[in-house]
């Protein structure tokens, strides 16, 4: 299957090239030429198949053409080793909690998926060292940076804001080492993100290192999400709940919502989807007025949703055909404060003693203010509370447990190189290893 740049100013690409580029000469983000259907037989049986067998089935519909069956099935199941396990909160809405892979957080699966997917395309073409480059407002850095830890080949850079993500976050993706050098960056997300994009643009840094990305820029990390959607619906076929879902999701850089639409595109009967944004709510003001307006972003309790600009908007206006009426037809919006966060946390725990964390939080109280009768609800548990216990401790008052996964993170020692946010500094630095 081929590929096109939502800017429509370059030509078609093969998925290699999608994935070794990252990112369209023309500053667009590549889109599949066609998004397949699944069968209708497929989803009379999704409720009698395993996470890991679902997500080869979409998997297939995705990269089939451009990767053969056996590679691409051992991909899968190497990348997909845990389970994303439905939890009821209330009657009527359940949690999908994401966070059972190695940094306990829903990126684990596009993090691995594509340091799989591009190490293939390395050994098979017999490419010198790729870099990713990767822009992080929390748990991106540290699911890249893990997924790709030892793989020969490839050498990841995560450009993080300074003081600006959580202590256990920061240390999953500074203690690595080996092959992941992180840079703290002077600056915000967007900061870090427009270092990305300007590296990848530019001519002289191209020609000299073969840069990628490997946040939801790049089709390999963003298009693997879909597979969770098409469990969470097998796991509502089971319980006989599969009518009316609505699936809201904490939205950031808003490639986990797209990797959705994808979904719904294919075929996946999900009623409507809410974005759930904190303060950093330009896709609802956009829903609300039709107009994109982008602004520097605003530092919240939920962190990883901290974006001014988010990337894959440009992806969401190119699958709705650019319509905001259609867009509106299947997505609606809602924004909270982190006063507002704070309370969904601790009025679930004490009520219902099950522990979000502060982007949960929202898509939790936007599913508990907006779903209808004989509706039901599915949010996305993006990360464990326990990546954010110095926040959630003083919303509950009461202490977290830490994972074991999580305290091996912590016993390492941080080792990061600063960074400004000038893009000549960042230039240099790169053209200097």
Not at 63 to 77: N, S
Not at 408 to 427: T, V
Request: net charge negative; proline share 5%.
């Amino acid at each position: 299957m081929n590929y096109y740049s939502t800017n429509h100013q370059t030509p078609e690409v093969s998925l290699e090239e999608a994935v070794v580029k990252g990112l369209a000469a023309d500053k667009g983000l590549y889109m599949p030429c066609s998004i397949a259907a699944l069968t209708q037989s497929f989803y009379e049986q999704a409720d009698s198949l395993s996470f890991q067998e679902i997500a080869y089935r979409v998997a297939d519909a995705f990269f089939g053409e451009d990767i053969p069956a056996d590679t691409l099935k051992q991909i899968v199941y190497d990348t997909l080793n845990f389970d994303v396990p439905l939890v009821p909160v209330t009657e009527s809405i359940y949690s999908l909690e994401l966070f059972h892979g190695p940094t306990l957080a829903f990126k684990d699966v596009g993090g691995r998926f594509m340091a799989r997917l591009l190490s293939y395309f390395i050994q098979k073409e017999g490419k010198r060292q790729v870099n990713v480059l990767v822009a992080t407002s929390g748990d991106t850095g540290s699911a890249v940076a893990n997924g790709f830890l030892g793989v020969e080949g490839i050498h990841v850079y995560v450009l993080y804001p300074q003081g600006k993500v959580s202590e256990i976050q920061e240390k999953q993706f500074t203690t690595l080492g080996q092959n992941i050098t992180a840079l703290e960056v002077d600056g915000t997300f967007d900061d870090c993100q427009a270092l990305v994009k300007a590296a990848f643009m530019d001519k002289e840094l191209n020609e000299r290192l073969q840069l990628t990305s490997a946040n939801s820029i790049n089709v390999a990390r963003f298009l693997p999400q879909a597979f969770y959607y098409f469990y969470a619906y097998a796991q509502l076929k089971r319980m006989g709940k599969a009518e009316n879902a609505v699936i809201c999701v904490p939205s950031g850089n808003f490639g986990n919502i797209t990797a959705g639409l994808f979904g719904k595109r294919m075929g996946l009967p999900v009623k409507r989807f809410i974005a759930a944004n904190n303060r950093n709510d330009i896709f609802y003001q956009y829903l609300k007025t039709g107009i994109y307006t982008p602004r520097p972003s605003i530092a919240t309790i939920a962190n990883a949703m901290d974006v001014g600009d988010p990337s894959n908007f440009a992806r969401v206006l190119d699958l709705y055909g650019h319509s905001h009426k259609a867009i509106c037809e299947d997505i609606s919006g809602a924004t909270y404060t982190d006063e507002q966060i704070a309370e969904t946390i601790r009025l679930v725990w004490k009520e219902r003693r099950y522990l979000l964390d502060p982007h949960g939080a929202c898509g939790f109280r936007a599913l508990a203010e907006g779903l209808q009768p004989h509706e039901t609800g599915v949010f996305l548990e993006t990360a464990h509370p326990a990546k954010f216990k110095d926040t959630v401790e003083r919303i509950i008052g009461e202490p977290v447990p830490v994972p074991e996964k999580l305290q091996a993170f912590m016993r390492g020692e941080k080792k990061s190189l600063p960074m400004s946010k000038d893009f000549a500094a960042f230039k240099q630095f790169l053209m200097g290893r």
